[in-house]
């Protein structure tokens, strides 16, 4: 087995995915992007430089290093989208409702 087919797509869309959420957390603590930019070349550089190991034990390893990492560094507060689910927008201007109205002169043989 080469070293590019060591692995599933399940194992490098987790990678990705642990890189990405790297990249979020350390962007709800650094708002400024240039300062921000700084710190994700530095976490491209940590993946990179883990990029050829192909021992499955020592790779487990790091990526458990990685998740307790990325656990112990989560920003307390995250930024959530205004218009995402918990953001200050989520549903304030809900669509009016468009079914028409009930009648209830009309139903009320019912009572």
Not at 94 to 108: F, G, K, L, Q
């Amino acid at each position: 087995m080469s070293a590019n087919t060591a692995f599933s797509s399940a194992h490098r869309i987790y990678v990705k995915s642990l890189y990405k959420r790297y990249l979020t957390n350390t962007l709800d603590w650094c708002i400024n992007r240039p300062l921000w930019r700084e710190q994700a070349m530095l976490i491209r550089a940590e993946f990179e430089k883990n990029r050829d190991v192909t021992d499955p034990r020592a790779l487990a390893e790091i990526l458990e290093r990685a998740e307790r990492d990325l656990v112990a560094r989560r920003h307390p507060d995250p930024y959530i989208a205004p218009s995402f689910p918990g953001g200050t927008k989520w549903e304030r201007n809900t669509p009016p409702d468009v079914r028409p109205p009930y009648d209830h002169e009309a139903n009320a043989d019912h009572h």
